[in-house]
């Protein structure tokens, strides 16, 4: 193997690398994005539970 068929190589697995990170990243934005929108549906759930726990309190009297 040629010293520039080596070089060629190396580039090539450092390309592919570097797509593998890019895909990586973006996979874990996804998750990311995702989990931030579960939590903040769980949190208007919460608050929804408790104004409406609240109010029937209140009116209930």
Excluded: C, H, P, W
Excluded at 26 to 44: D, H, I, M, P, W
Excluded at 45 to 59: C, D, E, G, P
């Amino acid at each position: 193997m040629s010293q520039e068929e080596f070089q060629q190589k190396i580039l090539n697995s450092l390309e592919e690398l570097k797509n593998d990170v890019e895909k990586s990243n973006y996979k874990f934005e996804v998750y990311r994005q995702a989990t931030q929108s579960l939590v903040n549906l769980a949190f208007g759930l919460i608050a929804s539970a408790t104004v409406i726990t609240v109010a029937s309190s209140v009116f209930k009297r």
